[in-house]
Nanobody, 122 residues
Framework: QVQLVESGGGSVQAGGSLRLSCAAS????????MGWFRQAPGKEREGVAY???????GYANSVKGRFTVSRDNDKNTLFLQMSSLKPEDTAMYYC????????????????RGQGTQVTVSS
């Protein structure tokens, strides 16, 4: 069982940046896929980014070039660096872990955190 705890959310103006962190109770690299997905009120979950055990990454078209997913092996931590934020990025962001296959639109991970809120104002 993997426990995941997100942090780093908050309120920013459009064009600003935030860095989300996800601390895992054990090495995340025993999980084939680590990822971030988000959910805005009244909307379906949306895959944002993933990073595989091999280090391969993928991004939703809506965030490509603005968001970067990375990990710190020594600290068992997953990150999502978000830049040039837009109001449409406003959502609850969740960190998640699971088995292959890894793909951007994946949201049905067996393990996920409680989420951290990101609010972007115009």
């Amino acid at each position: 069982q993997v426990q995941l705890v997100e942090s780093g959310g908050g309120s920013v103006q459009a064009g600003g940046s935030l860095r989300l962190s996800c601390a895992a109770s054990r090495s995340p690299f025993s999980s084939d896929c680590m990822g971030w997905f988000r959910q805005a009120p009244g909307k379906e979950r949306e895959g944002v980014a993933y990073i595989s055990r091999s280090g391969a990454t993928g991004y939703a078209n809506s965030v490509k070039g603005r968001f970067t997913v990375s990990r710190d092996n020594d600290k068992n931590t997953l990150f999502l660096q978000m830049s040039s934020l837009k109001p449409e990025d406003t959502a609850m962001y969740y960190c998640a872990a699971g088995d292959y296959p890894c793909y951007v639109s994946k949201v049905d991970y067996p393990y996920r955190g409680q989420g951290t809120q990101v609010t972007v104002s115009s």
